[in-house]
C-alpha cells in the first residue's frame, strides 16, 4: 500500500467567525497526481497556504512525510516544491538567471538549473530576458523554480489559469510526467474539472470550505446514473410489457426511459416487445457528463 504523503484532520481555518475551511480531512498517497478541485472562493488556495506553513489553522492537525507541520516544518518545507498563485521573477533577467538567484538560497549544485529547465522545455529559451516570455512560458519558469530544489512533494494552485489551449496543454502534460518520471507526488488545484480529469487519479472537491468528494477520478464517474431510452410504436402498452418483466421506468414524452438497465434486461425487453408486435425504433443510452456529475457534487453539499 502507498505510503500517505498528505493527511489533513479537522482542518479549519476561520476568518472573523467564519470558516474558510471547514474539517477538511485530506489524504495523498505516494506517487499520486491528486486533483484539489472547488469553485473559485472554496477553500483551494486557503488550504494550499496551510499546507505550507504560510498561514496557521485555526484548528486541526497536518502530517507531511508522516511528520506533524507544527513540530517539524522547516525539514518538511525542505522536501516540497510550490507554486502559488503567479510566479515571482525578475523581468530583465533571462531564465538561468532567475533561477541563479533562488539556487543561491536553496544551496543546491549549479548543474540542477539546466536540468529543471530540461524538465520545463525551456532550454532554448534559457538566455532570453524573462519580460519577453509567454504566459505560458513564465507559468514553466515558475513549475522549473518549484523544481530546484529536488522535490518529493509539488503543490500547484491553479496552474493553468490565464493560459491558451495551447499553454493549459503544456502545463498538462509536464504534471502528468512528474511521479513517473521523476517519482514527484502532486497536487494541483483547480476550479475546471474538465483540466484535472485529463491528468489526476484522485480528486477531492471542496465547496464552501468542506470535502463533498474524495475518491478516484473512476469512482465518480461510478456516480453518474445512465438513463436507457426506447422509442416505439404504442408506448404505453410497451412500458405495461416493461413492468411485468420487472423494469420500472417511466414515458417521457413518448419515449421510454429507464435508469441504469442492465444490458441482459433491455435484450429481454426488446425481444418480448418484437414478440408482441412492437416496432423499435430507436434504442440509446443517455450518460450523465463528468462536468455533470461535478456540478451535482458541489450543488448537493455534503
Not at 474558510?20 to 489524504?27: F, K, P, S
Not at 470535502?211 to 404504442?234: P, R
Request: aromatic share 4%; proline share 4%; glycine share 8%.
Amino acid at each position: 500500500m502507498s505510503e500517505m504523503i498528505i493527511q489533513t484532520n479537522g482542518l479549519t481555518k476561520k476568518y472573523r467567525g467564519r470558516a474558510a475551511v471547514n474539517q477538511l480531512n485530506l489524504e495523498i498517497k505516494q506517487g499520486d497526481i491528486y486533483g484539489f478541485l472547488g469553485p473559485n472562493g472554496a477553500g483551494k488556495t486557503t488550504t494550499i497556504r496551510m499546507l505550507l506553513g504560510l498561514i496557521k489553522p485555526t484548528s486541526g492537525s497536518i502530517s507531511i512525510f508522516g511528520r506533524d507541520l507544527r513540530k517539524d516544518k522547516l525539514s518538511i518545507l525542505k522536501r516540497i516544491g510550490s507554486l502559488v498563485e503567479y510566479p515571482s521573477y525578475y523581468g530583465h533577467l533571462n531564465a538561468v538567471d532567475n533561477l541563479e538567484a533562488l539556487r543561491r538560497i536553496l544551496n543546491v549544485p549549479k548543474s540542477r538549473i539546466d536540468e529543471v529547465l530540461e524538465i520545463v522545455s525551456l532550454t532554448s529559451e534559457a538566455r532570453r530576458p524573462v519580460k519577453g516570455y509567454s504566459l505560458g512560458m513564465r507559468q514553466r519558469l515558475g513549475i522549473a523554480a518549484s523544481l530546484l530544489g529536488n522535490p518529493e512533494l509539488l503543490i500547484l494552485d491553479e496552474p493553468t489559469n490565464g493560459l491558451d489551449p495551447s499553454g493549459i496543454h503544456e502545463i498538462r502534460e509536464l504534471i502528468k510526467n512528474m511521479p513517473e518520471q521523476y517519482g514527484i507526488t502532486v497536487l494541483v488545484s483547480s476550479h475546471l474539472l474538465s483540466e484535472i480529469e485529463q491528468m489526476a487519479g484522485t480528486v477531492g472537491i471542496i465547496r464552501e470550505g468542506q470535502m463533498v468528494f474524495q475518491d478516484t477520478i473512476a469512482n465518480l464517474q461510478q456516480k453518474s446514473v445512465h438513463h436507457i431510452k426506447l422509442v416505439v410504436s404504442e408506448p404505453e402498452s410497451a412500458l405495461w410489457i416493461a413492468r411485468d418483466l420487472g423494469s420500472t421506468g417511466s414515458l417521457q414524452e413518448n419515449t421510454l426511459v429507464f435508469p441504469n438497465m442492465q444490458d441482459a434486461k433491455i435484450a429481454t425487453l426488446v425481444r418480448r416487445l418484437v414478440e408482441n408486435g412492437h416496432d423499435i425504433y430507436r434504442v440509446e443510452q443517455e450518460k450523465k457528463s463528468l462536468e455533470d456529475i461535478f456540478m451535482q457534487v458541489i450543488g448537493e453539499g455534503v
